[in-house]
Nanobody, 124 residues
Framework: QVQLAESGGGLVQAGDSLRLSCAAS????????MGWFRQAPGKEREFVAA????????YYADSVKGRFTISRDNAKNTVYLQMNSLKPEDTAVYYC?????????????????WGQGTQVTVSS
């Protein structure tokens, strides 16, 4: 079992930055691929970024590439999402998830564990 808890969301203006954190608990948490997804009202949950257990490989959605950075600190069992140059279209609830499925790491249904989400609102 892995428990996840996101934090760091808030209301910012376009062009600002935010850093989201996802604290993981569980004896094997560091072995999981960790992903960030987001869900806007009326839309499906969409992939944002993912990072493998070792932290050596990262993956991004085209819409955030060059603006967002995913990282992890395995000593702290925490995954981060640094979001720069935020746009109004980045507004959503952001969720972190954990999976062992490297083939489907961009697919929400492949994730076994989820946090409760944190709201990010970007005003224009």
């Amino acid at each position: 079992q892995v428990q996840l808890a996101e934090s760091g969301g808030g209301l910012v203006q376009a062009g600002d930055s935010l850093r989201l954190s996802c604290a993981a608990s569980g004896s094997t948490a560091n072995t999981y691929i960790m992903g960030w997804f987001r869900q806007a009202p009326g839309k499906e949950r969409e992939f944002v970024a993912a990072i493998r257990g070792s932290g050596g490989s990262t993956y991004y959605a085209d819409s955030v590439k060059g603006r967002f950075t995913i990282s992890r600190d395995n000593a702290k069992n925490t995954v981060y999402l640094q979001m720069n140059s935020l746009k109004p279209e980045d507004t959503a609830v952001y969720y972190c998830g954990a999976t062992i499925n490297i083939v489907l790491l961009t697919t929400a249904s492949a994730y076994n564990y989820w946090g409760q989400g944190t709201q990010v609102t970007v005003s224009s």
